[in-house]
């Protein structure tokens, strides 16, 4: 599945994007410990999936949350994207 | 004697059964509850079909909500909670369901719930709840495949609705309708934010707007903001809306016009309402869950 979570607001999109089917066969759950706000739970999904997911108090503020990975000059890499080797991680913004 | 207050946001909650089912014959009796910011839903299903819904408005606490949706469906029924084999909970009180054997997001529901209702051909749902709103894509199963989910604020959404109702004293079923009855379309309003959305109301009638021009300038914005959540998405058919909102053909209207797609309209004698289709697909859900169960235990 691919899970969309944030949103849109005046000032831009704000969505951070996981294929969770990536999730499934994941071994190292590496999102978890990568993120310094904790963004990133481990949970089953509908279909009883374990996946990574974006923690609920956190998708609406992401823009916020990530604000430090993300300095007004520009940034070349994010810990979520570089630490998740199968991949599965994308940011709208 | 004091005057009655007239709430034009008021829709009709609605009861339905199928009198034709004696569901003291059914092997398994399951029930979806949707408790959302603004409606919440009961379904119940008999080995599966549908046999009976609710829809109310939510009050001030999630359980008493559920707990009164469901009652409303077993109303006349005979049936008791204790007939009633699983339930699932859904929407965004789910956790708060406190007899539902299990919670399911209401993504997950609303596209089992749509496939129900319009078959294996539906593959982009758009869900406009109370306060946020949904896109979804699916399978021909009803699994999700993708889904994107605008919950920042309350614009283009049911209770957006209901506020303009109440400011320009139009009952809320009569919107859609009378969106269209105007020379041309306006200009969408600037801002559909729920906060503002009175005031601007307001400032257009004293500007010399009329009340319809008012209406169809809000549908548009309404159907332009989540029309661009839609397109984010990019949108196969079939395609269904979901929620209170589906039945505003002010908003639906607008939105088919913009993305260029028309949405699948339920037949008009059907018993189906999609306002229903979060609790009909955690019905659905229960169905299956309970019948896993079944088996399972039948194997141990
Ligand atoms: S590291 Fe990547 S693949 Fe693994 S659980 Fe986290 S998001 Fe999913
Ligand atoms: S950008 Fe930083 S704060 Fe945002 S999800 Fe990635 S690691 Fe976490």
Known sequence: MIA????????????????????IECEGRWCVGACPQSLFVIEADDYDDEVATIAEGARKKLKEKCAACKPAGGHESLPCIDACRPGAISHSW | MPEETKEFWRWSEKVWRDESIDWRGSRAITAGIDVGSVSSQAVILADGRLYAYHSTRTGSNSPDSARKALNGAMAGADMSQEDIRYVVGTGYGRVNVPFANRAITEIACHARGANYMVGPSVKTILDMGGQDCKVIRCDEKGKVQNFIMNDKCAAGTGRGMEVIADALGVPIEDIGRRSFEIDEEPPPVSNVCTVFAKSEATGLLKAGWSVNRVLASYCAAMAERVSSLIERMSVEPDFFITGGIAKNEGVVRRIERIIGIEAVRLPADTVLDPQIAGALGAALFAHALLKKEQKASAQA
Do not use: A
């Open chain 1, 4 to 23: 969309n979570y944030g949103y849109q607001d005046g000032s831009g999109e704000y969505y951070i994007t996981i294929d969770t089917d990536r999730c």
